[in-house]
Nanobody, 118 residues
Framework: QVQLEESGGDLVQPGGSLNLTCAAS????????LGWYRQAPGKEREVVAQIINGRNVQYSDSVKGRFTIWRDRYRETVHLQMSRLQPDDTATYYC????????????WGPGTQVTVSS
């Protein structure tokens, strides 16, 4: 069983930056797939960025060039560095982990709110 906890969500002005953190307990395996998803009111949850099986990094077209996903192996955390934020980035952001040992085991964090508004 893996527990995920997001932090770092905040109210930010358009053009601003935020760094989201996801802490994983007991930890992250190199083979795990790590992801950040978001869900805006009235919309479906969508993938934002992923580190697939510890190797390949993918971004949605809407955030490519603005967001960076990275893993801190020592602190067992996954980060989403967001820059040039726009009002359309307003959403609840969720951390997601798929076990590299068993892809049927998938975990979500409770989410953190990001609001982009002037």
């Amino acid at each position: 069983q893996v527990q995920l906890e997001e932090s770092g969500g905040d109210l930010v002005q358009p053009g601003g930056s935020l760094n989201l953190t996801c802490a994983a307990s007991p930890g992250i395996l190199n083979s795990d797939t790590l992801g950040w998803y978001r869900q805006a009111p009235g919309k479906e949850r969508e993938v934002v960025a992923q580190i697939i099986n510890g190797r390949n990094v993918q971004y949605s077209d809407s955030v490519k060039g603005r967001f960076t996903i990275w893993r801190d192996r020592y602190r067992e955390t996954v980060h989403l560095q967001m820059s040039r934020l726009q009002p359309d980035d307003t959403a609840t952001y969720y951390c997601h982990l798929v076990s590299g040992l068993n892809s049927d085991k998938k975990y979500w964090g409770p989410g953190t709110q990001v609001t982009v508004s002037s």
